[in-house]
């Protein structure tokens, strides 16, 4: 019903009366700003439950979009903000680090079923330290790179999404990727 | 180093993050290529983001991809406020007398106001009154009663000679004899006389304190009582 519809129009109809409308933009978008939370927070159940949170908080300020930017700009930027209040909340919370030592734990044992016995472990500490290593990335240069690596976007549609300009993009990924090199020296060098 | 050339010289970091993620244009793909086998800096800056880029593409790789996309649910009946069409005070204003009955259940309310008004201004009014009543007549500035002052008014020869002498021009003060000169300063606390004068109605005649004269007092005194008895007693 909605399929041939772009997101701008559907945003409109979701204004005026076909509130479900909305729920096609959640499907185009769901997956993207699950990627896009999953690599900001690295965790599955904060990344799940900020994607929700996101969805909800743009459905109930609809009408605050005046169609100055694009839908997926909009978004990204409702999830980027929502995911950071994610990140303050879990802060504050004293049982934060115990909680992820558990759940590290948890990981690397459902991961050894997945993989061979010899690398296994070795992979899973490696995407433990990268984990680690993005989040520690300042916010506009994580989200470069989360938007590149986990959305698999283009550089001129990050340059549009975040309304910087294309050479930014290239620039900030550079330095992210800098950084986390900085940052991954606990990584074997035969890595790949 | 690149042919001798500093590593910073290149710049090229846009062109090594486009190359890695395959967006660098095919025209400049070969000429990059071509700089980069010959670039040693260049070489090293590629082998060590591409460390990094590898990292976070296993990381996405392993514990991303294998998960399922959840089910967001949106609820349809909780949009914000600010979505709903805004309504202006005129259409809220006709929107209250739509039928006879909104008509009329205003026209009470507003008729309970109305009473409700008259009602305050009155008290209010009554009250003021009230108290305007009750205002001393001392305190009223429109009531002072001109024609009986309790000062007496210097006359106007008892004034400082010094307020003549000050006005007189520099020459003219050098020509008064010296026995007659006054200083200004001390002439300025010149004690005027104590002639009294006859109280008056006028309203220039209003008593001020700097003409305050106290009067003499005349009663009897007890230290003259007694020198009275001494006398009495050994005459």
Known sequence: MFADLTDEKLLALAVDSEPEAFGEIVRRWERKIFALCFGMLGREDEARDAAQEAFVAAYRNIANFRGEAKVSSWLHRIAVNQCLTTKRRAKTRSEEFLDEERHEEDRVFVAAAAYSPSNQTEQAERNVIVRQAVGSLPVDLRQVVVMKEFEDMTFQEISDTLEIPLSTVKSRLYTALKQLRSKLERLPMEIG | MRNGKDMNSCLFGEELVAYIYDELPTSDRAAFEEHLLDCSGCTAKFAEISVSRLGVFEWHRDEFVPLATPTFVIP????????????????????????????????????????????????????????????????????????????????????????????????????????????????????????????????TNVPRLGNYVEPEDTSLRLADLMADIDTKEFE
């Open chain 2, 76 to 203: 349809y009946q909780g949009r914000n406020v600010a979505a709903e069409p805004k309504i202006s005070w005129i259409d809220a204003l006709r929107g209250l007398v739509a039928s006879p009955m909104r008509l009329a259940a205003a026209g009470g309310a507003m008729a309970i106001i109305a009473v409700a008004f008259g009602f305050a201004f009155l008290s209010f009014s009554k009250s003021a009154r009230d108290i305007q009543a009750r205002v001393p007549v001392a305190v009223e500035g429109s009531r002072v009663d001109l024609a009986a002052p309790t000062v007496a008014k210097v006359e106007s020869e008892s004034q400082p000679v010094a307020i003549n002498i000050a006005k007189t021009t520099k020459h003219e003060y050098r020509s008064v004899e010296r026995s007659q000169r006054v200083h200004p300063v001390v002439a300025k606390f010149a004690v005027p006389s104590r002639k009294m004068s006859i109280p008056t109605t006028s309203a």
